[in-house]
């Protein structure tokens, strides 16, 4: 009878972690208790992800995680509730560039994947006040 729990258990297990929710870039998808807010504007709500953050020589990267409070269009396409960065950071010279991002039809990342997006591989300054300035310094450390 143990034998047979143990092995029920670990099926379990197994099975849990085969069906961890990707999104169409093949990322994880953090669930909403995943996310930490960061801050709050009229038109969103910024989340980071701290499990996200890696730390490579003189970068960071991390996930973070834009909900909107209205639906966003962007070229007449479908609408966003939602939209998660992998973004990298530049610590010293306090500037970021996102690497990937994804648009979801849900808040907090839920839903279909509306539209993707490689990054744009140019830096941009994270002016003080900004959101990306509040999630530059979770990023790096600097809470």
Not at 43 to 58: L, N, P, Q, T, W
Not at 62 to 82: E, I
Not at 128 to 134: K, P, R
């Amino acid at each position: 009878m143990l034998i047979r729990f143990c092995f029920l258990l670990l099926c379990c297990t197994a099975l849990a972690a085969c069906n961890q929710s990707k999104d169409s870039t093949g990322s994880a998808v953090n669930s909403a208790g995943d996310w930490a807010k960061v801050g709050e504007t009229d038109s969103y709500v910024y989340y980071a992800d701290h499990a996200s953050i890696r730390k490579a020589d003189e970068t960071v990267t991390m996930s973070d995680l834009f909900d909107y409070k209205t639906a966003q269009v962007d070229g007449g396409g479908p609408p966003a509730l939602s939209k998660r960065t992998e973004r990298e950071y530049d610590c010293q010279g306090q500037k970021s560039q996102p690497l990937k991002s994804s648009w979801f039809s849900g808040q907090m990342g839920a839903g279909s994947v509306v539209r993707s997006a490689a990054g744009t591989t140019q830096w941009a300054a994270a002016p003080s006040g900004t959101a990306t300035a509040g999630l530059l310094k979770i990023a790096c450390g600097n809470p």
